[in-house]
């Protein structure tokens, strides 16, 4: 996996599926944190960013995802449990087969972590901690075009 740590911090490659459902979107969480994030992983090295989505959603709900177009490239620079981070993150919008199979919230144990999965009505993305934060605005209307953003939290 791409991630290390410097002097100055941690870098993180972090690849991010944007599965939708009718007005929900998925997002899931360790269920030890009080934040969430789209579903992904980190890339390794070797891989495509496409091959990492599909594979982390291989891995964590075994259904096998299609990468429809990659909506973002952001460079993300944030503070975590004390450490600074400089994460490298794609999102795609993906095709999530058979959605309405899975129920509104349901848990996942993968890699040694306990992850919840929620199903989330656009609407309602603004009550709940999720970063990165611009998501909660820009998925209303997705861009037309890969966006590169830089973020700083």
Same mark, same amino acid.
């Given at each position: ?56 959603? #291989?891995?964590? /709900?075994?259904? $096998?995802?299609?990468? %429809?177009? !990659?909506?973002?490239?952001? *460079? ?50 603004? #009550?709940?901690? /999720?970063?990165? $934060?611009?998501?909660? %605005?820009? !998925?209303?209307?997705?861009? *037309? ?9």
């Amino acid at each position: 996996m791409i991630h290390f740590k410097t002097p100055e911090g941690i870098f993180n490659f972090r690849v991010a599926g944007i599965a939708f459902r009718g007005d929900e979107v998925l997002i899931h969480k360790d269920i030890n944190t009080k934040y969430w994030t789209f579903p992904g992983g980190r890339c390794d090295m070797g891989e495509s960013t496409a091959e990492t989505v599909v594979r982390e959603f #291989e891995e964590e /709900l075994g259904v $096998e995802v299609k990468v %429809k177009r !990659l909506l973002y490239v952001v *460079e993300n620079f944030f503070d975590h449990e004390g450490g600074a981070f400089h994460e490298l993150g794609y999102y795609y919008l993906i095709d999530f087969p058979d959605a309405d199979q899975f129920p509104t919230d349901f848990q996942v144990h993968a890699d040694g972590i306990d992850l919840m999965f929620r199903w989330v009505p656009l609407g309602k993305l603004k #009550e709940l901690k /999720l970063y990165p $934060e611009f998501l909660q %605005k820009t !998925l209303f209307e997705l861009p *037309e075009t890969v966006q590169h953003l830089v973020v700083k939290d």
